[in-house]
T-cell receptor
Framework: SQTIHQWPATLVQPVGSPLSLECTVE??????LYWYRQAAGRGLQLLFY??????ISSEVPQNLSASRPQDRQFILSSKKLLLSDSGFYLC??????????????FGQGTRLTVV | GESVGLHLPTLSVQEGDNSIINCAYS??????FIWYKQESGKGPQFIID?????DKRQGQRVTVLLNKTVKHLSLQIAATQPGDSAVYFC???????????FGAGTILRVKS
């Protein structure tokens, strides 16, 4: 069965420090991968998505970046965090939307607090 | 488009009543739609999906209705239970590409 791992669960980082959040998927190959951010009590904002190794689509210009060094690994990074980067970060995967199974699965999220 | 900056509206229903949660989407090129349930501190969980070649799809206690003419999606929950209390999001995916964009959510509160 497919599983998605996202870590860490919580993170407190000072302003100006770097960030690296990792997401890995098991039990599937060539998934579509997504990074979302959710502010407290708000909706989910699509940050990046990837349809293959090295292919990253950026939805919102900001000081975050994403990389996909391996088929089932998706990394969210920042060189210098801002206070406004605080939020709940969610990784998700979905098979190609033209496949029979197009359900998207989410990780448990990382709660990032920038202080 | 995404409404991530808005506070979420709340729907309060009595236990046992039916709930109807609505969602408006803006991209006429979207042809795949999904409803998610999110409990506090957790990631969203898939509830039900529908493709644009359908206008209704039923699951266990849930029904999704799609009106492409007015770009409106609804989720009906029958015999709402306390465990249904959560935030509900609709998501859309355009016909070409693999984006998955979420709409503004709705908080569902079930009163016993």
């Amino acid at each position: 069965s497919q599983t998605i791992h996202q870590w860490p669960a919580t993170l407190v980082q000072p302003v100006g420090s770097p960030l690296s959040l990792e997401c890995t998927v098991e039990g599937t190959s060539n998934p579509n991968l997504y990074w979302y951010r959710q502010a407290a009590g708000r909706g989910l904002q699509l940050l990046f998505y990837s349809v293959g190794i090295g292919q990253i689509s950026s939805e919102v210009p900001q000081n975050l970046s994403a990389s996909r060094p391996q088929d089932r690994q998706f990394i969210l990074s920042s060189k210098k965090l801002l206070l406004s980067d605080s939020g709940f970060y969610l990784c998700a995967w979905m098979e190609d939307r033209y496949s029979m199974n197009t359900e998207a699965f989410f990780g448990q999220g990382t709660r990032l607090t920038v202080v | 488009g995404e409404s991530v900056g808005l506070h979420l509206p709340t729907l309060s229903v009595q236990e046992g009543d039916n709930s109807i949660i609505n969602c408006a989407y803006s991209n006429s090129a979207s042809d795949y739609f999904i409803w998610y349930k999110q409990e506090s501190g957790k990631g969203p969980q898939f509830i039900i999906d529908i493709r644009s070649n359908m206008d209704k799809r039923q699951g266990q206690r849930v029904t999704v209705l799609l009106n492409k003419t007015v770009k409106h999606l609804s989720l009906q929950i029958a015999a709402t239970q306390p465990g249904d209390s959560a935030v509900y999001f609709c998501a859309e995916s355009p016909e070409y590409g693999n984006k998955l964009v979420f709409g503004a959510g709705t908080i569902l509160r079930v009163k016993s």
